[in-house]
């Protein structure tokens, strides 16, 4: 009884280990409390985790928008790295120009420190719509920078209007629902594809409902020379209208449903970090939400027939076996 006890333990311990991969997150905090993000701000949270990936040996870029308004009031702030805001059009233009600059200054020996990193934050409105241009110039060009857009498929500060990242169907106060609109008409732009169309080496998407694995892309983004590019998901309960609770557990329904798969693209290579042959259906994702809570059965089998042929085209990409 005490051997199988024994021997029970240490299957035990072992199936833990293989499970839960031992790592060490740093308490530095680089990204600190106080801001005014809403109750269960996905995107605060993501930003902490991004933060701590990045280290202090970073330039920040920030574009107008949620994690710009919450952190940077006037004569608090909660950035504890050097910091830039910057307008909507030209987050990626600041960031290209100041590595550039430094590139130049490091030529001419007039700074020592070859390691500094150049990162650019900004929302989908700001990545996927206003700030897209200067975006796609600094990928061409191929600076040395991460980019991380923080997707909470909206304009969330400025009062919920519809962005190009909006899903099909959600309401928003541009995209209201009525008698004659089902609220946002359009598909959601696919700007992780529109990263890997410039040929970059690094694109990727996460969310911070997988803490690891979006800090794991962070540092994988920071370490490629050239540009990377980083899509996370930002579950915004004042948004979606969803309870603050329950943002962790929408990030991973979204991730289990295929509505926003975790996948890498390395030197033009996918691979799906977590791939489920069952996916959960869409409508377990949408229920909590109230942004979706006018669409019929028909409208929901369509936009779940289109979820799961998009994930199997991307598990064709990634080569996983059906
Ligand atoms: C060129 C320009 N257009 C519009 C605005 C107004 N504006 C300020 S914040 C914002 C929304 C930003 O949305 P997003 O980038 O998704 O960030 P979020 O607020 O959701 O974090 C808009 C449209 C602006 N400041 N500049």
Same mark, same amino acid.
């Given at each position: 009884m005490g051997g199988g006890y024994a021997l029970y333990t240490?299957?035990?311990k072992k199936e833990e280990a293989d499970l839960f991969v031992p790592r060490v997150v740093t308490t530095d905090e680089i990204f600190v409390p106080g801001h005014r993000a809403c109750i269960g701000c996905g995107e605060a949270l993501a930003i902490r985790h991004v933060c701590k990936a990045l280290g202090r040996n970073v330039i920040i870029v920030n574009a107008t928008g949620c994690s710009e308004i919450i952190a940077s009031l006037l004569p608090q702030t909660s950035w504890c790295v050097p910091w830039i805001?910057?307008?909507?059009?030209?987050?990626?233009?600041?960031?290209?120009?100041?590595e550039a600059a430094y590139k130049a200054?490091?030529?001419?020996?007039?700074?020592?420190?070859?390691?500094?990193?150049?990162?650019?934050?900004?929302?989908d409105g700001g990545t996927l719509d206003i700030g897209l241009q200067a975006l796609s110039g600094a990928m061409e060009r191929g600076h040395d920078f991460l980019?991380?857009?923080?997707?909470n498929e909206a304009y969330m500060n400025t009062g919920i209007q519809r962005s190009s990242s909006t899903p099909y169907?959600?309401?928003?106060?541009?995209?209201?629902?009525?008698?004659?609109?089902?609220?946002q008409a359009t598909w959601k732009k696919n700007m992780p594809e529109i990263a890997v169309a410039h040929k970059i080496p690094y694109v990727?998407? /996460?969310?911070? !409902?997988?803490? *690891?694995? =979006?800090?794991?892309?962070?540092?994988r983004g920071l370490e490629i020379e050239g540009p990377a590019y980083v899509h996370i998901f930002s579950p915004c309960p004042t948004g979606w209208r969803s309870p603050p609770e329950l943002t962790i557990e929408l990030g991973r329904l /979204?991730?289990? !449903?295929?509505? *926003?798969? =975790?996948?890498?693209?390395?030197?033009?290579?996918?691979?799906?970090?977590?791939?489920?042959a069952d996916l959960k259906p869409v409508r377990?994702?949408?229920?909590?939400?109230?942004?979706?809570?006018h669409l019929t059965e028909d409208i929901i089998d369509k936009i779940q027939a289109r979820v799961v042929e998009e994930y199997l085209r991307l598990r064709e990409k990634a080569g996983v076996k059906k």
């Open positions: 240490m299957t035990k805001h910057t307008l909507f059009e030209n987050t990626a233009s600041v960031m290209s120009g100041i200054r490091v030529r001419k020996g007039k700074i020592a420190d070859k390691n500094v990193k150049f990162v650019g934050f900004a929302g980019y991380c857009c923080f997707d169907g959600a309401w928003t106060t541009t995209a209201p629902d009525g008698k004659r609109s089902i609220g990727a998407t /996460a969310c911070p !409902s997988y803490p *690891f694995d =979006l800090m794991d892309k962070v540092k /979204a991730v289990e !449903s295929g509505v *926003f798969p =975790l996948y890498e693209v390395i030197n033009g290579e996918y691979r799906l970090n977590f791939d489920f377990e994702y949408m229920k909590p939400q109230r942004r979706f809570k």
